[in-house]
C-alpha cells in the first residue's frame, strides 16, 4: 500500500525504498552466481517448517495412483505414440511436472523413497525387499496422514512387496491393504501366441473369446476402489468432518504385459516406431554388463548371447506390447475416475498420480530400469486439486474400436504445465500442504546420517504453492528452474538387487540443461560408496542432444560444467567427510 507524504520526506522514502530493492537483487545475484561460469547452482530448497498453505474449508480426500514401470508415455505428456485418453482428460484438468524425476529406477527402492522423502542413501535402499525399516523407524506419509485423523487405505502394489507392511499395517493403514485375489503370473495358459515361457515372461496378450473370464490384476483392482468410493459416499453423509487418503498400485505397465489382445490393434508395428539399431550403438561395459545379466535373469536369451544380437523383431513388438498394456491401463483409470465422479467424491478429493520410475525402449541400448538416464528416472506426476477449474463431470470413456481415432486428434494440453526439476521426494510434503495437514518438518539436509536418526522428516521440497497458483501460463512456456533433482542406482555381478552382489553405486544430477552422471566404487564392508575410486563420467546438454547420446565429458569447454557437479555430488552424498557444508 502506497502513502502520500508531501516534501522532502517522500522523497527519502521512495529513495530508500529503490536503493533497499537494488540491493536485495544484487544480493540474490551474487548468491546465485558467484563463482559460476555457467547459468546454475546448487538446488533450491526450502527449510521452513510452516505450513504455508491455509487449511481447506471442508476436508479433502487424497487419491493417490502409483503406476509400475510407467515412463511418460501419456499423450499429454507429449509423447507421439501413446493412446491415452483417460489421462490426458485428467491432465487437461491438472498441473502436470513435465522435468518430474524419480531417485531410484527400481521398484522397492523408489517406492520406499516416495513413502518417506528420504533420499536411499538415506535408507541404505539399494535393491527390492529391503525392509523399510532396516536403517530406523521412518514415518510413511500414509502414516503420517493416519496420525492426523486421515482414513488411510491401501489397495494394490504401493510399497514393493506385500510382506513390507503387512505385518504391522495398522501402524500406516485403516484396514488392512487389499491385493488382486491371483498372481498375473499363474495363469501362462491365457496369453495368446505365447513362445515358451520366456514369451509369457514378458508379454501375454489374451484372447478373449477364448478366454472370456481372464483375469487382469488392474480390471479387479479398480472394481475394489470403486467399491470404496460408494461405501464412502454412503457414509460420509453422517460424518462430513472425515477424509480419506487411499493409496492405488497399479500393476501395468510392468512385465508381463497382460491385457486383452484387440489393444494391440491400436498399435499396429508400421505405427511404433522400432527400437534403435543396436548394431550401431556404443555400448559402455557397464551397459553390456547390465544388459547380459537382464536377458539371463528373463531366461530367454542364454547366458553368453550379446545383446547387440537381441532379434530386432522381438524388440519391436516389446515396444508394441508396452504401449498397448499403458492403453488397457489408462482405460482402467477412465474407469476409475468415473467411478469418484459418479460417487460425488470427484469436488473434494486431490487426484495425484506418479510412477515409480521409467523405463527404457531400447535407448542406450537398454531394455528396462536400474540405469539412471532420462528414461529410466523420468516419471510422469500430475496433480489435480479440487478448487483448479475445469470439472471431471463431463469426463468421458473412450470404448476400444474408437481407440485409434486418438491418433489422429490434436492432443491434449495439461491445464498448468511445470517446466523445471522437480522429485518424487517432494509428493509427501505437496500432498500433506495441499490436504492441509501440518506440514512435516524437514531433513538435515543432504545428511543421510543425521537424516536417519529422524523418524518423521522430509528431504523433499512441497510443490503445493505451484498446484494452488491457478495463473494457468501458456504450457508451452518453459519455466527455467536452478533446482538440481538427484538420482543414484547400484551395479553388481547379478542385478543389484542384492547387498552381497553391490560393487559400483552411480550418481545422477540432472538441471534443466544438463545430466551429469558419475560411478563410483562400493564397499561392502562399510556399505557406502568410495568417493575418491571415480569409475565413470557422463555429462549430456539436453539443449543440444535431448536423447543423452552424446557424452561430452571430454571436451574442453565442459570442464568447469563436470567438476562443478562431480565436486557438489561429492559434496552432498559424502556422508564421511566432515568438511562438508550442507546448505
Known amino acids: 500500500m502506497l502513502f502520500y507524504m508531501p516534501g522532502k520526506v517522500s522523497n527519502l522514502i521512495f529513495i530508500l525504498s529503490i536503493a533497499m530493492l537494488v540491493l536485495m537483487r544484487m544480493v540474490h545475484f551474487q548468491y546465485s552466481y558467484s563463482g559460476m561460469k555457467f547459468p546454475f547452482h546448487r538446488p533450491v530448497l526450502t527449510v521452513s517448517n510452516s505450513n504455508p498453505i491455509l487449511k481447506p474449508r471442508v476436508p479433502l480426500n487424497v487419491l493417490w495412483i502409483i503406476f509400475d514401470d510407467l515412463r511418460p508415455a501419456l499423450g499429454v505428456l507429449g509423447d507421439p505414440i501413446a493412446l491415452t485418453p483417460h489421462l490426458d482428460q485428467l491432465g487437461e484438468k491438472s498441473t502436470v511436472f513435465t522435468e518430474a524425476f524419480c531417485q531410484y529406477p527400481l521398484c522397492g527402492p523408489s517406492r520406499i523413497s516416495v513413502l518417506t522423502s528420504r533420499r536411499p542413501d538415506t535408507l541404505l535402499s539399494y535393491f527390492n525387499g529391503y525392509p523399510i525399516n532396516q536403517t530406523g523407524t521412518f514415518v510413511t506419509f500414509p502414516q503420517y ?175 508394441q506390447h508396452y504401449y498397448a498394456a499403458v492403453s488397457f491401463v489408462d482405460r482402467q483409470i477412465g474407469t476409475l475416475l468415473k467411478s469418484l465422479v459418479a460417487a460425488g467424491l470427484d469436488e473434494n478429493t486431490i487426484i495425484c498420480l506418479t510412477s515409480d520410475h521409467g523405463f527404457a525402449l531400447g535407448e542406450h541400448g537398454l531394455i528396462g530400469k536400474q540405469y539412471i538416464y532420462d528414461v529410466t528416472t523420468r516419471v510422469p506426476w500430475m496433480i489435480r486439486h479440487p478448487s483448479a477449474s475445469g470439472s471431471l463431470r463431463n469426463f ?124 563410483f566404487a562400493f564397499n561392502l564392508s562399510s556399505y557406502s560408496p568410495l568417493f575418491k575410486q571415480s569409475l565413470h563420467r557422463e555429462l549430456f546438454d539436453h539443449v543440444n542432444d535431448p536423447d543423452e547420446l552424446h557424452n561430452i565429458t571430454g571436451l574442453s569447454k565442459y570442464k568447469e560444467v563436470v567438476d562443478y557437479f562431480s565436486k557438489q555430488i561429492r559434496s552432498y552424498f559424502d556422508v564421511k567427510n566432515t568438511s562438508n557444508h550442507h546448505p
Not at 506385500?162 to 499363474?186: A, G, M, T
Open 145 to 319: 496422514f493416519k496420525e492426523h485423523g486421515v482414513v488411510t487405505a491401501s489397495f494394490g502394489k504401493v510399497f514393493h512387496v506385500e510382506d513390507d507392511i503387512l505385518f504391522d499395517w495398522d501402524r500406516v493403514w485403516s484396514s488392512k491393504p487389499w491385493f488382486p485375489s491371483q498372481n498375473h503370473s499363474s495363469v501362462e495358459s491365457e496369453c495368446s501366441r505365447a513362445q515358451g515361457q520366456a514369451q509369457f515372461k514378458l508379454m501375454c496378450p489374451v484372447d478373449l473369446s477364448t478366454h472370456p473370464s481372464a483375469f487382469f490384476a488392474d480390471n479387479e483392482l479398480v472394481r475394489k476402489v470403486s467399491e470404496f468410493f460408494r461405501n464412502w459416499a454412503e457414509t460420509a453423509r453422517s460424518n462430513r468432518d472425515q477424509s480419506f487418503f487411499a493409496a492405488v498400485g497399479m500393476h501395468l505397465p510392468h512385465v508381463p504385459f497382460k491385457f486383452p489382445e484387440p489393444y494391440l490393434s491400436a498399435y499396429p508395428l508400421e505405427r511404433v516406431k522400432p527400437m534403435p539399431d543396436v548394431e550401431n550403438v556404443d555400448f559402455s561395459p557397464e551397459i553390456r554388463q547390465y544388459t547380459r545379466r537382464l536377458f539371463r535373469k528373463w531366461n530367454f536369451l542364454g547366458k553368453n548371447l550379446d545383446p547387440s544380437r537381441f532379434n530386432d523383431r522381438f524388440r519391436h513388438q516389446f515396444k
Open 396 to 519: 468421458s470413456i473412450v470404448p476400444l474400436e474408437q481407440l485409434h481415432r486418438v491418433a489422429s486428434q490434436t492432443r491434449r494440453r495439461p491445464l498448468k504445465s511445470v517446466a523445471q526439476p522437480v522429485e518424487s521426494l517432494d509428493i509427501f510434503p505437496t500432498l500433506a500442504d495441499l490436504a492441509g495437514i501440518p506440514a512435516p518438518p524437514r531433513c538435515p539436509v543432504f545428511n543421510g546420517m543425521l537424516s536417519r536418526k529422524q523418524p518423521l522428516c522430509v528431504e523433499g521440497t512441497s510443490q503445493a504453492q505451484e498446484v494452488l497458483d491457478h495463473s494457468y501460463p501458456n504450457p508451452r512456456v518453459t519455466n527455467r528452474s536452478l533446482r538440481v533433482a538427484y538420482s543414484l542406482t547400484t551395479q553388481g555381478q547379478l542385478m543389484g538387487r542384492q547387498k552381497r552382489n553391490i560393487s559400483m553405486i552411480m550418481y545422477s544430477a540432472r538441471d534443466h540443461q544438463y545430466r551429469y552422471i558419475e560411478s
